[in-house]
């Protein structure tokens, strides 16, 4: 369907929203010329996958540790 101006597509956006929802593809045009294409929602559907990348993540020992410069700055205690 193509909807030939900007005021009737707002004026007519419920029935334009249900249109879409059946499936159907509507074109907003301005002066003419498509300017907008409304279509259907298709979220995306993936299969995750966890543990993706486990043995490729290191994490060393000290990671929580907050270096001593960097502690100075914040007002943090040493440890």
């Given at each position: 369907?193509i909807?030939?101006?900007v005021?009737?597509?707002?004026?007519?956006l419920?029935?334009?929203?249900?249109?879409?929802?059946k499936?159907?593809?509507?074109?907003?045009?301005?002066a003419?010329?498509?300017?907008?294409?409304?279509?259907?929602?298709r979220?995306?559907?993936?299969?995750?996958?966890?543990?993706?990348?486990?043995?490729?993540?290191?994490?060393?020992p000290?990671?929580?540790?907050?270096?001593?410069?960097?502690?100075?700055?914040?007002?943090?205690p040493?440890?």
């Amino acid at each position: 369907m193509i909807v030939d101006t900007v005021t009737e597509a707002k004026a007519h956006l419920s029935e334009l929203l249900d249109r879409v929802s059946k499936g159907e593809e509507v074109v907003i045009s301005r002066a003419g010329k498509p300017v907008a294409v409304l279509e259907p929602y298709r979220p995306e559907h993936r299969v995750r996958s966890p543990g993706l990348f486990r043995g490729k993540i290191h994490i060393a020992p000290d990671f929580d540790e907050l270096p001593g410069d960097i502690a100075d700055v914040f007002g943090v205690p040493k440890a």
